[in-house]
């Protein structure tokens, strides 16, 4: 298996870490020749729009939607689950994202910089242990679709339950970021269930 990591803007370099925690020796992605070498993607944490205007310029944005409509398995947080989300509320005028799971999310749902937390979340499917979350101005799912699993919630200041992390088939997005903690469930349960 050959995972790459997009490696424009964001946190890419502690998935790449994660991923090595895990036995795999990652790839950077930044051009389409990077891209046509691996069957795995993670799309990290960031700052969405800025990863799409990067991806445009490299030229990889419409071979990175083909691929991931095509069935390569992809997983994304944070930034990575707005740009696999097929709908966003609150986006910015003419955001585009890659699509694939049929989720609405709402961007810096949690809040802004300052409202940044940790918190332990219960993911059972992920792990038989409380997954340790990080939420950087994180988004949360406000609708999902048809054919998405929910895989957690997490009630937020406003005392409801909101998703924080969702898989349709070959994708897996949190709201969270895993790789930023030495919990590494998440990217096992992304190698070992979603990319087998």
């Not at 691996?38 to 990290?44: K, N, Q, T």
């Not at 990080?134 to 988004?139: D, G, L």
């Amino acid at each position: 298996m050959r995972v790459g990591v997009l490696a424009l803007q964001g946190d890419f370099r502690e998935h790449i870490s994660a991923l090595t925690h895990c036995d795999v020796k990652a790839t950077e992605v930044r051009r389409v020749s990077e891209l046509e070498q691996i069957d795995a993607l993670i799309i990290p944490g960031g700052e969405s729009t800025t990863i799409v205007s990067l991806a445009k310029t490299f030229e990889i944005f419409n071979p990175i939607k083909e691929r991931i409509a095509s069935g390569m398995p992809t997983y994304g947080s944070c930034a990575g689950m707005i740009m696999l989300a097929d709908h966003i509320v609150a986006a910015k005028e003419g955001q585009e994202t890659f699509g694939g799971i049929n989720i609405t999310v709402r961007r810096n749902a949690f809040g802004r910089q300052v409202d940044s937390f940790e918190s332990d979340i219960s993911a059972p499917e992920i792990s038989s242990s409380p997954i340790r979350a990080v939420f950087i101005r994180a988004p949360w799912v406000e609708k999902v679709g048809e054919n998405v699993h929910v895989l957690a919630n997490y009630k937020g200041s406003d005392g409801l339950d909101h998703v924080v992390a969702v898989r349709q088939g070959h994708l897996l997005a949190t709201a969270f970021h895993p790789e930023i903690t030495d919990d590494f469930s998440v990217h096992q349960y992304f190698l070992q269930e979603v990319c087998k």
